[in-house]
Structures are given as C-alpha cells and as structure tokens.
C-alpha cells in the first residue's frame, strides 16, 4: 500500500475508532475530511449512502473504492434507532463498514454518518445525553443533530444542549426546515438564526440541511431541489464557512444535481431510497425514482436484484400487512436475513446493481472522482485525525441568551407547512 495510506491510518483514524479496531486496515474518519476533500476539488459532493443493508453499504465500498472517492456511509434514526426498521443500525454500522473495507481491500477514507438523529421534544433530548455518547462508542464519526421538527428557538436551544456531547474532532451537521418537499421551504433568516446562534456559543457545523424542495422516498412531484434558493441561503451563511448537505437526492434528475453541485457549496448528498430499490432489483429511472405500474405497484425486473421467488414472498407479505409505496422500507428488517440467504450469485448480483448506480453517480454527477487523495492529504498535513473548526467566532455570546434566542426567533417571518410525521 502507498506510504501515504498507511501514515493516514496511523494519524487519521479517529480515537473511538482505533479503540474499537485496532487491527484495522479501514480508513474510518471524521466527516470533517470528507467535506474538506470536496471543498478541495470544488464543485464537489460525495454520497453519503444510505446504509440501510448490507448490500448497499458493500456496494456503496466498491463504488467509491473504483472512483477513488471519500465516502460518507450512514442512516438515520428512523431507520437505525431505538425503534429501527432497517437491521443496520447506529450501533452496528461501523462494524459493518470496518468488516467490509477490511474483506474488500478498500482504501478511500469513509466516515461513519449518524443522520436524522431527531429531536421532537424535551424527552428526546434527555435521551440523547446518553444516546449520542453511545453512537460515538460504537464507530460513529459525524452526526446530524435534528431539531428542525421544534420551533427555530427550541431548535437553536435543542441543539446547543446537545452538541456539547459531541467530540470536538466528529462532524457535526445540522438542520433547518423539515424536508417537506415543496411546502414550509427554508429562508435565509432562519438559516442565518441557528448558525449565528450556534457561532456565538462556539459551535461551528460543517454541514446545514435545509428544506429547500426534496422529499425523503419515493417522489411524485418534479418540483425537486431549488438550486437558486440553495445557493443563497448558502452564499448568505459564507461567513460561517457551513457547507450544504442535500437530503432527498433519489427523486431528482442527474441534471438538477450537476446544478446542486455546480452552483451551490454542497458537499454531501444522501442518497438511500434509489439504493435500496436498485439492490432489491425494482425498475427505477436514470436518477433512481421507482417507476410505478399502472396499478401503482413497482416493477420488478426479472434477472436484477433479489431472486423473483424472494419479490413474491416479498409483495405478499407487504399486502398482507397493508405495506404500499414508499412503506416497503418497512421490509428491511423482516427481510435482510431472507436476503443474505439467497444463493451467492443473487447476493452478488443485489451487491453489484448498488456499485454500478453508486460509481455512476459519483463520477458522472457529484463531480467525486479523485476526492480521495484530498481527504488523505487534508488529514497528513494536520497530522492529526481532528482537523478542527473551520469558522472562528464572529457573533458576540452575550446577544444569544436563552432570553434573546427566543426573542429573536418571535421575529422570524417564515412558514414551517403542514404539521405530520416527516421522517426519512
């Protein structure tokens, strides 16, 4: 192996993940490099893949090791939590990333992406002391701490509470506006009010979601991501050096994310709905939207994806328990040991339409090709697997007070859309 790579491991393995693996062979990082390696080739974003089996994450690996691309691998806590539906969980996801790089020979650096982790109350938020420590102790090297469900002031107040608990050398993301496709978008007043807040008290993201038109799952709307907004709550938060990360890629065209890419400072795309339908071998369009057929049901391909007599038990559990569209999610967890059951072609085949749909959209769309080296030279040139803050404080402590937070957020004009359940 090249001696960069190896001083790499020697130096950029965070330490939760040299405790747990000591032996490895994995270039398991901090969010933090994958998003300074985009920023260094600019115009950039990986995948940060969904890992919501066993087959995307291993598909995902060979993808990205192909492209020569850092990777970001993650799920969210609707998917992976206390109350998940996937197997793949918070607490077993860097084994299985660690296993996989280690069985596959991949060199490219990959962090570890808690995603969604939700904040819906005071409760969630007792929960988390604990919890978020938890995630760290079992691999996990970037967080996304998810308070936009709350009102921007117990958002902003939420996540100051919080992200205390995060090591200062993990990635953290935060979120503005549930992702509610075209309904309650994202302004940059509120964008502006939770990075300020959170700048004043020290805390610097690497990453912001925002509501800015993508839907989670399968999409029934062409309106999709609104670049041109994008782009200017991202230009209006420049002095905090946030970068974007996209949420709900799967429903939009390779055209609209070249734009997301080209015109915005997006590093990180989730992409997760597209991976589990191209594993299972459901036709999806060039962008990886399952194509329905005329009674509403997916098509699945004969030859692509999991064995036709596994579709059938599949589709007739789901009706049996009344599981339509965008809920076949649900059928992860019943159905990822059926999956690794099936005969070794199969299993390779489900593997294989991942990595071609992975390395397909990091070379031809995100613009990734070539980022590994990046992060690997970011992390040398510290010395160090925590390459720290990128912004400095700016904003004055003493203006956001618990007392001022709440009223500056009385100020905010903004429309948040229909109240509902809007997990991933």
Not at 393 to 419: F, V
Request: aromatic share 6%; charged share 20%.
């Amino acid at each position: 192996m090249p001696f960069d790579f190896q001083r790499a491991l020697e130096v950029g393995r965070p330490p939760n993940i040299t405790r747990l693996f000591p032996n490895s062979q994995a270039l398991i990082v901090s969010g933090k490099a994958i998003d300074r390696a985009m920023l260094a080739k600019g115009k950039a974003l990986t995948m940060a893949a969904n890992g919501r089996s066993y087959f995307a994450i291993r598909g995902a690996l060979l993808a990205a090791q192909k492209a020569n691309a850092a990777l970001i691998v993650e799920i969210a806590k609707s998917e992976g939590g206390a109350n998940a539906y996937c197997a793949v969980s918070y607490w077993n996801m860097a084994r299985h990333v660690d296993a996989l790089c280690n069985e596959l020979g991949i060199t490219v650096p990959v962090a570890i992406h808690a995603d969604h982790y939700g904040i819906k109350g005071p409760a969630d938020v007792e929960r988390a002391k604990t919890e978020i420590p938890s995630m760290f102790d079992a691999g996990i090297t970037s967080i996304a701490i998810d308070a936009s469900h709350l009102p921007d002031d117990e958002n902003l107040l939420s996540s100051l509470a919080l992200m205390p608990l995060v090591p200062g050398w993990a990635c953290i993301e935060t979120e503005v506006g549930e992702i509610k496709g075209d309904a309650g978008l994202s302004t940059e007043e509120e964008a502006l009010f939770l990075i300020q807040g959170l700048n004043a008290h020290g805390i610097s993201p690497d990453w912001i979601a925002l509501n800015n038109g993508s839907a989670h799952g399968i999409q029934a709307s062409s309106q999709g991501i609104q670049v041109e907004l994008t782009a200017a709550i991202h230009e209006a938060l420049a002095p905090y050096r946030v970068s974007g990360a996209q949420h709900g890629t799967s429903g939009n065209s390779s055209e609209r994310l070249r734009a997301v890419a080209d015109k915005t400072r997006t590093t990180k795309a989730n992409v997760a709905t597209a991976l589990q339908m191209v594993s299972w071998g459901v036709q999806v369009n060039d962008y990886g939207n399952a194509v329905l057929d005329d009674a509403g049901n997916f098509v699945k391909v004969p030859g692509r994806g999991m064995s036709e007599e596994l579709w059938e038990e599949l589709a007739a559990y789901a009706d049996a328990n009344g599981i339509k569209g965008g809920n076949y999610k649900k059928l992860n967890l019943p159905f990822e040991n059926k999956f690794l059951g099936q005969a070794k072609e199969v299993r390779d085949r489900m593997t294989g339409e991942v990595r071609d749909f992975v390395y397909r959209m990091l070379t031809e769309v995100f613009n990734a090709t070539d980022t590994a080296p990046l992060a690997i030279e970011a992390l040398l040139e510290a010395g160090s697997h925590d390459l720290g803050p990128k912004a400095t404080r700016i904003e004055d402590p003493n203006e956001w007070t618990e007392a001022k937070i709440r009223d500056k957020a009385a100020l905010i004009c903004s429309d948040k859309g229909p109240e509902g359940d809007w997990d991933d």
